[in-house]
């Protein structure tokens, strides 16, 4: 995969180290091995990430783009199958595809291709320009197949996991907005790949997987949450 844009011109974003530090010492006191800890094995299997990366890496490689119908099929299947897009989100997101007229798939499947293998703020700005024509510009929708098919470089955004991370991590010079943006999604895309190196790699198989350390453990640690 290619990112041109992961190293562009983005704020110097960071979570509070000591805060980072206390949340893993909190996390590893219950599962010592991290992610390979017997209790999180059983609950990452219910959200099957690594049939949803298989799946989504097979579907969306850059040879599959010349069939456009079947980019958006595939589009609705990931969305559908994904423990991690809302029940209310996922018949919203089939229905709008399913109405698009051949053109309008065609230039869907390209943004996608664009998000994935090539300009990744075009392609970024089109999904989410097409999306709001239906008002479903969801930060989901947007950054959930990224996540799948780049598990360890691109990050999912769930509205109250990035603005309870934001808040509770003290991020000063990142403010979360629900209108999906480029400059957000590159910010918090550099917040979490930075922090991640700096804990045991056992918090990090994938970055949706080291988010859902960070939920976790504001929760352990009682922080307060933006719910």
């Known amino acids: ?5 992961l190293n562009g011109d983005i704020m110097n974003t960071e979570l509070n180290n ?5 949340a893993q010492t909190s996390f590893l006191a219950q599962y010592p091995q991290g992610f390979e800890d017997p209790e999180m094995v059983k609950i990452g299997k219910k959200h ?5 990366t298989a799946f989504t890496q097979e579907s969306f490689a850059k040879a599959q783009f010349k069939d ?16 991690m897009v809302s029940m209310f989100e996922k ?19 390209s943004c996608l291709k664009d998000l994935l293998h090539g300009k990744q703020e075009r392609g970024f700005t089109g999904f989410v320009d097409i999306l709001r ?7 989901s929708l947007v950054s959930i197949i990224p996540a799948y098919y780049s598990p360890t470089t691109e990050v999912f955004v769930k509205p109250t ?13 990142l403010v979360y907005k629900p209108a999906p943006t480029w400059e957000f999604y590159q910010s918090y895309r550099q917040l979490i790949n930075k922090a991640k190196t700096t804990v045991s790699p056992t918090l990090s198989p994938s970055n949706a997987a080291f988010s859902g350390f960070l939920m976790m453990a504001m929760k352990m640690q009682g922080f307060d949450s933006m719910d």
């Not at 995969?1 to 844009?5: E, I, L």
């Not at 099957?48 to 949803?52: D, E, F, G, I, N």
């Not at 229905?95 to 309008?104: I, Y």
């Not at 024509?133 to 930060?139: D, G, M, N, S, V």
């Open 1 to 5: 995969m290619s990112n041109n844009d």
């Open 18 to 22: 000591k805060k980072l530090q206390m």
């Open 48 to 52: 099957r990430v690594a049939q949803m």
């Open 68 to 83: 456009s119908a079947a980019i958006c099929e595939n589009m609705i299947k990931a969305v559908s199958r994904s423990s």
């Open 91 to 109: 018949p919203k997101f089939k229905g709008f595809v399913n109405r698009l007229n051949n053109d309008e798939k065609s230039y869907l499947a």
């Open 133 to 139: 024509t239906e008002k479903i510009a969801k930060w």
């Open 161 to 173: 996991t990035a603005k309870d991370v934001i808040k509770n991590f003290e991020v000063a010079d």
